[in-house]
């Protein structure tokens, strides 16, 4: 996708990118598509649970933690407060960028403030899932939840404490006294080495020292120099901690409002937000999925549309767009524009369905609804639409694409109450159509 304009470049507002729908939206193209008009990406939210997906003339990268942004040399990337990190699995993904000759110096900083994941927080997830029996959650069973509890517990680790010889035993000893604890009550073996991770943690510590900082203050610096801040969410408005499909959600804060309280920035430092939506509907493990398709056709859609977790390789459950969730996560996020992504998975069909309600005891629901067990009772209300048969796949102009596909954009657009923007037509940065009349374009002017 080329620049929006070829001449002087100009300043943007600070602009925060978030997930619509369960996750695996396609944020990643669109962070790593949109970045070069930033001078700083920063990620608010989740733990290497998260992998976005990001395509450069046929060379696939995926990121766990790391910014999207860090594709583009020059631009800060920064790692919130609000993330739980791994810190081997940090490492692991530096390591692995730099094989690939991806500049990785002074333009990755991570929040002191960020708590860690350890390896009793693995073992805790295992054991909380074990626990459930046929009710698991799903979990990507790599201890975020775990370490999202020790945070609002406060007995969590934090990177700043990787710097204090001093005081990092007795923080990782009070860790320590309350996972055993829990061990004790669930007949469990506790086999770590609490002596050896010590070390381990004050290792790190040394090796991530230089990228160690107070990015709320990084960012205010940023933005005081009049430089564009892109926020990056990781997950999806209905796998939001209080706003998602409770208990089928992450344990974090993964709408728009993450990026105040992840960042520590003011909410009057947001100027726009922009949404990213499939053309369908997709998500991992249990939980309420009301526009689930089915059958053949749903593994024909999971395989045109190469639905497996970036993360964890999971196939994920696809339905139908579904109108009430993304016109529900308008509202709580405020977008002001949608990227529609993967639009040409749908070429072949003759007809496409859209989940505009949902039928509940003789009613029709249009608004998502708190209670689980309603979410999960519902029948979907579908509009059967036409489909195009024609292939969209790499179509970089609006008015180039079928005219059936045009009528279900409109359609989509109409349903929940938002402009689409951008409409990605496959996975390279490339393949990506801006509608010139849209918000998004008038942040590029």
Known sequence: MPRFDEGQEKHMPNIVIAGAQWGDEGKGKIVDLLSERFQVVARYNGGHNAGHTV???????????????????????????????????????????????????????ISDRAHLILPHHRVLESLAEAARGENKIGTTQRGIGPAYEDKAGRRGIRMSDLLNKDTLPGKLAEARRHFETICRGSNHTPELDWDQLLQ????????????IADTSLVLQR???????????????????????????VTSSSATAGGAVTGLGISPTRVDGIL??????????????????????????????????????????RCGWFDAVVTRYSTLVNGFDSIALTKLDVFD?????????????KGEVLTDF??????????????????????PTAGVRDYALLPQGAQDYIARLSDLVGCEIGI???????????????????????
């Open 222 to 248: 940023s933005m005081a120099r009049g430089y564009s801040v892109l926020f990056e969410g990781a997950q999806a408005t209905l796998l939001d901690i209080d706003l998602g499909t409770y208990p089928y």
């Open 200 to 211: 381990d943690l004050l290792a790190f510590g040394e090796r991530l020292r230089p990228r």
């Open 55 to 109: 395509i450069i003339e046929d060379e696939k990268f995926v990121l766990h933690l790391i910014p999207s942004g860090i594709l583009h040399p020059g631009i800060l990337c920064v790692m919130g407060h609000g993330m739980v990190i791994d810190p081997w699995a940090l490492e692991k993904e530096i390591a692995g960028l730099v094989e690939r000759d991806v500049e990785i110096e002074d333009n990755l900083v």
């Open 348 to 360: 072949p069909l003759a007809e496409i369905q859209v989940c505009t309600g949902y039928k509940y």
């Open 369 to 390: 609804p708190a209670d689980l067990a309603v979410a999960e009772a519902c029948e979907p209300v579908y509009e059967t639409m036409p489909g195009w048969v024609e």
């Open 275 to 316: 949404g990213i939506a499939k053309a369908y509907t997709t998500r991992v493990g249990a939980g309420p999925l009301p526009s689930e398709i089915g059958g053949s056709l749903e593994e024909e859609i999971r395989k045109r549309g190469a639905e497996f977790g970036a993360s964890t390789g999971r196939p994920r």
């Open 423 to 445: 409409v990605s037509t496959g996975p390279d940065r490339l393949d990506t159509i801006l509608r010139r009349s849209s918000a998004v374009a008038a942040w590029f002017e």
